[in-house]
């Protein structure tokens, strides 16, 4: 089975801009999470979705929002960039929620200028 | 407050050596318990995971950790560490009795091994 695929891998945008990053999960899996990661923060949960409902939320400002598909493919969009919001963001499938083991993609590393 | 704490940013190694990373968590309701690994530029993998039952589990890549729940400790050990293994290692918690796979990460250790 092919893993977490995520696009674009890299991405380089200005402040206000926006973005869109797209995460493909294992087939099969229903649920896909979204982390970001940076040096200064680690690793925190951005949002939760399932069978195309978000199911949890981070604390995360309005900018950040997400959705995703009937094919459970899942976008995350962030609006207005700032200079924080670059990171490394990671997209993690697994076939359902709680206990199920989640697999991570690569990641999408934005830079924002 | 959920939190995950790794007590040491960076550990060195040499190879051969035997390896212990540090994990403790506080959280009110029963745990659930990942190691992951994330190579530079890699997303990340995971190692092993603890539920319920026998408090020592074994992973991938000849790691193991040991859950006790009287220390809220998570540790991970490997008894012979490859150069290979050089690597960020996270721990996570997320929460058993609750339909979410929401993950809470410690900051993460950096291992470095020396030839």
């Known amino acids: 089975k092919a893993g977490v695929t995520q696009t674009p891998r890299y991405l380089i945008k200005t402040r206000g801009q926006q973005v869109t990053l797209s995460c493909s999960p294992i087939?099969?899996?229903?649920?896909v999470s979204w982390y970001q990661q940076t040096p200064g923060q680690g690793l925190q949960f951005l949002f939760e979705?399932?069978?195309?409902?978000?199911?949890n939320k981070g604390n995360f400002p309005g900018r950040f929002s997400g959705r995703q598909f009937s094919n459970s493919r899942s976008e995350m969009n962030v609006s207005t960039l700032e200079l924080g919001d670059s990171a490394l963001y990671l997209c993690?499938?697994?076939?359902?929620?709680?206990?199920?083991?989640?697999?991570f993609g690569p990641g999408t590393r934005l830079t924002v200028l | 407050a959920q939190s995950v704490t790794q007590p040491d940013i960076h550990i060195t190694v040499s190879e051969g050596a035997s390896l212990e990373l540090r994990c403790n968590y506080s959280?009110?309701?029963?745990?659930?318990l990942f190691w992951y690994v994330q190579s530079p530029g890699q997303g990340l993998q995971l190692l092993l995971k603890?539920?319920?039952?026998?408090?020592l589990v074994q992973g991938i890549k000849g790691f193991e950790a040991e859950f006790k729940r009287s220390q809220s400790s998570f540790n991970l050990r490997k008894p012979s560490v490859h150069w290979s293994d050089a690597a960020e290692y996270f721990c996570?918690?997320?929460?058993?009795?609750?339909?979410?796979?929401?993950?809470?990460f410690g900051q993460g250790t950096t291992l470095q091994v020396k030839p």
């Open positions: 603890y539920f319920s039952g026998d408090t």
């Open positions: 087939s099969g899996h229903r649920s």
């Open positions: 996570a918690v997320g929460h058993l009795s609750s339909n979410t796979g929401k993950l809470i």
């Open positions: 993690a499938s697994s076939q359902g929620l709680g206990t199920d083991t989640q697999y």
């Open positions: 959280y009110g309701a029963t745990p659930y």
């Open positions: 979705y399932f069978s195309e409902t978000q199911r």
